[in-house]
């Protein structure tokens, strides 16, 4: 039977949310954190975004070294030639891509303004998808946005024109959360079937139902006997009232009622660091966690009624569905509230030392070693407006010349630009044999 495989897009859709952003640092800990949850693919970047060049080649390295593994990293381009050509020549090293474009007669219409017919949208894709194998991707996603309001015979061409020209899979955009769990698994399942290769499902929560079209969705796709990818991001945040939440996808597919023990994931997703990656996101984003979250809102596992305590602690069968331990739950946090030294852009050689040394037991071979990781974490500091997290922290000490990369965003203009570019930096790889 096909599987179900998990696609986040935190580092995309998350990040192009309105007021919200993450530094790149932050953008490299969530593929460290996906990567050791399990998660098949981090859509982690633009790769024709001049300040996100450094961090992505930044963490193509890291992905080489093993550091992000078995994580794919994938970049999302607008389908269009030209776009592919830039994003290869600025991120060489790029492996997986999706390429984008609008196939709704609303969004061809009302976007392309009589520019583009849909014979020019799937000649566009097409020309997309050449020229990013003929630049050397190893596959190539082609995403129909709006395809929810798109009719079934041209996403069906649309499709089958990507397959023929070597497409891996196609993502189903419900770009505006107008599908409903019906409607989708409905028209994925007759997608599925037409044209006879995976589907993304990537649904949005404008109606609420992100997380139950996506699993009816992938449900469809199977169903009609190919592989399905659902696209999530942490916490669900995403363009206006965000995607589907990671965490709660995987316990919809794993515990609903009819998903348990029958649909089966592509591979396995470990739970347990759900409690760790959604705090980050939290944290990172500056957003809390809503109370209710499932999972991992403070009410979760929360029980107050007489009824439902006295139940719980008879039997937590009761009255919960799955245990806190399955997320990582359950340790008790310590939260400062004496003297408190932090790591941040004026920190002195002193507070930093006591950090590394007496909190986390990281031990620096000298003072000018030192000196120069406490230096990073500045800049770091600097783009991320706030203390950084123990695991930044080892992340700057462990991969300095890999994080000084990622942490360079200066603008340049023409030839400073290749410059910057394509200046090899010294390889972490010595540094992390004699840490790890
Ligand atoms: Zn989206």
Known sequence: M????????????????????LSKLEKTMVNLYLSEM????????????KHETNYLRANLRLAELGVIAPLRLEGWMRAISSDVELGFHMVPGLKHVNLSISTSNQMIDGKFKGKKTRKDVIREMTAAVDTAYRLGAATVGVNAEDGSRTDLEYLTEYGLAAREHGATRLRYCDTLGYDDPFSIYDTCRALAEAVGMPIELHCHGDLGMAVANSIAGARGVVDGGQDAYINTTLNGIGERAGNADLVATVLALTKSKSF???????????????????????????????????GVGANAFAHESGIHADGVLKDPHNYELYGFEELGRGDPEMVETGREICAGEYSGISGFSHIMSDRMSWHFKNKEEAQEILELVRYANVL???????????????YPHTAKRLLTVTPLEGSDVIDELFTPWPEDKDKVKETL
């Open 2 to 21: 096909p599987k179900i495989y998990l696609i986040d897009v935190t580092n995309r859709d998350g990040v192009q949310t309105a007021k919200l952003g």
């Open 38 to 49: 399990g998660v098949f693919q981090s859509e982690f970047g633009f790769p024709t975004t």
């Open 384 to 398: 991320s407006h706030k203390p950084l997290v123990e695991d930044e922290l080892l992340f700057i000490a462990r």
């Open 260 to 294: 348990a023990g029958k649909y089966e994931l592509g591979n396995p997703i470990d739970l347990t660091k759900s409690w760790k990656i959604a705090k980050f996101a939290s944290y990172a984003f500056g957003v809390p966690i809503p109370i209710n979250q499932p």
